[in-house]
């Protein structure tokens, strides 16, 4: 049976590394929390930009300053991609927005996302939403499956069933 020193000393030992653990996780916390309050307050003043805006195309800028805000001072993909996605929604035509949705989730690593959004987009006829941002849609998931999704042969298909490359 151990003395009660050394009981004590074992007591003492794990009490430490708990308060060690929570503060360690703790802090860091407490730091980023007040390094990216104003960053987070620009994001809520664009989204109020946004609700008060009565025209779609003020309303996507709002919503693509909050995204890029997001992405580049929070460094926070998900965010910034469900934000540029409000601006895109807002304004369809907008190829500035769908190019943010695209580097958002290519950021996140959300290539499955990613190309259900693009195929969603150019399911949509391309009279009413541009027939730039279609064309930058087809060529975006072209890319996209050349690249990071490793599946040339759909960008083979593609490029086939269009006859060749579409140009911006």
């Not at 390094?35 to 987070?40: G, I, L, S, V």
């Not at 001072?73 to 695209?102: C, G, I, Q, W, Y």
Request: net charge positive; glycine share 4%; no cysteine.
């Amino acid at each position: 049976m151990p003395s009660p020193f050394l009981r004590w000393g074992l007591i003492f030992a794990g009490l430490s590394f708990v308060v060690f653990v929570v503060l360690k996780v703790w802090a860091p916390l407490r730091i980023s929390s007040r390094k990216n309050r104003p960053a987070r307050q620009k994001i809520l003043e664009a989204k109020q930009r946004a609700a008060l805006a009565t025209e779609p195309a003020a309303k996507a800028l709002a919503f693509r300053e909050a995204a890029a805000i997001a992405l580049e001072e929070l460094r926070n993909p998900a965010l910034a991609s469900s934000l540029a996605r409000r601006a895109e929604r807002a304004f369809p035509e907008d190829v500035v927005a769908l190019e943010l949705v695209s580097r958002s989730m290519r950021l996140g690593a959300r290539f499955g996302a990613l190309e259900r959004f693009l195929w969603k987009r150019l399911g949509e006829d391309p009279h009413t939403t541009g027939d730039v941002a279609y064309r930058w849609a087809f060529e975006e998931l072209v890319a996209l499956y050349e690249g990071p999704m490793k599946r040339r042969d759909r960008a083979r298909a593609l490029r086939r069933l269009t006859g060749t490359r579409l140009s911006l």
